[in-house]
């Protein structure tokens, strides 16, 4: 699967908001957001003086979406086509799609500092649901379904650490977490309002329906 392997930070320049890609970084003064708010490249001091289209504006909120779950175009376009069959608001349905990821999960319930984190916990082994090892980061967890840390990597640095910092952070309603045995359990599916609001799922449904 290809991945992207240059400054994750100029992804969060480049959208122009932070996507919280590096994890506590993105909350010092030392985040590129803060010191170079506008994005990458010779012309970035210029974005003012682009022409923002209805096209641009959707584009651009479906970049950031993907970039914040770390999902590529075919998998995203894949969770539109399962999103536009199901019943209900299509908008809605794709986005608990992305937030039901196992590696989403793992981060929301502080046992990594970032997505990115998370995702390479999962692809190591380290992580069982309901009792059994998952290396597929995008396994869509379902209600019921319990998160553990393996025996062997409870001991691992950055998730002490990330446990420390995520005791100050409220956890999701929809998810109930045990720091101290390592384990989460997906009580619900998560409803609109427990999805980060700034996110405008629907001109990304207006962008797919062009």
Known sequence: MARYINAVCKLCRREGEKLFIKGSKCNTEKCPVEKKPYPPGERGRGRARTRETNYLIQ??????????????????????????????????????????????????????????????????????????????????????????????????????????????TEIPRWLQVDHKELKGKVISLPEREDIDQSIKEQIIIELYSR
Do not use: C, W
């Open 59 to 168: 584009l651009r909120e479906k970049q950031k979406v993907k970039r914040i779950y770390g999902v590529l175009e075919k998998q995203f376009k894949n969770y539109f086509k399962r999103a536009l069959k199901m019943k209900g608001i299509t908008g809605k349905n794709l986005l608990v799609f992305l937030e039901t990821r196992l590696d989403n999960i793992v981060y929301l319930l502080g046992f990594a500092e970032s997505r990115p984190q998370a995702r390479q916990l999962v692809n190591h082994g380290h992580i069982l649901v309901n009792g059994k090892k998952m290396k597929v980061p995008s396994y869509q967890v379902r209600a019921g379904q319990e998160i553990e840390i393996v025996k062997k990597a409870k001991k691992i640095s950055t998730i002490a650490q990330s446990i420390a910092q995520s005791s100050e």
